[in-house]
């Protein structure tokens, strides 16, 4: 009923920059909270960045200055712009989304399905 799909990962150089994109679709009467999570080999799943549906933003600490979440809420769509990538940011990004919507019109949690960012030289 409702879906995340994400696009955007892949492969860069340390100092390169990346696009993430996800787009929500389905049955939706409102947006919540709007969020990019990583999980890294061996370690826990993090919130990277999130932005609220007024467009208050807050970051990971050792991702700010770098990168830059954004919504387009006539899209339902939320972005995340990395700059400066390092090896340390290679991880599966997730779209997370917080969704008033479905047949029952309930609020529900809902998770894209990951896409790999690798930061190599």
């Known amino acids: 009923q409702v879906q995340l799909v994400e696009s955007g990962g892949g492969s860069v150089q340390p100092g390169g920059s990346l696009r993430l994109s996800c787009a929500a679709s389905?049955?939706?009467?409102?947006?919540?909270?709007m969020g990019w999570y990583r999980q890294a080999p061996g370690k826990q799943r993090e919130l990277v960045a999130a932005?609220?549906?007024?467009?208050?933003?807050n970051y990971l600490d050792s991702v700010k200055d770098r990168f830059i979440i954004s919504r387009d809420n006539a899209q339902n769509t939320v972005y995340l712009q990395m700059n400066s990538l390092k090896p340390e940011d290679t991880a599966v990004y997730y779209c997370?989304?917080?969704?008033?919507?479905?047949?029952?019109?309930?609020?529900?949690?809902?998770w894209g399905q990951g896409t790999q960012v690798t930061v190599s030289s």
């Open positions: 997370n989304a917080v969704i008033v919507g479905g047949l029952a019109y309930r609020e529900n949690d809902y």
């Open positions: 932005i609220t549906s007024g467009g208050s933003t």
């Open positions: 389905g049955l939706i009467f409102r947006i919540k909270a």
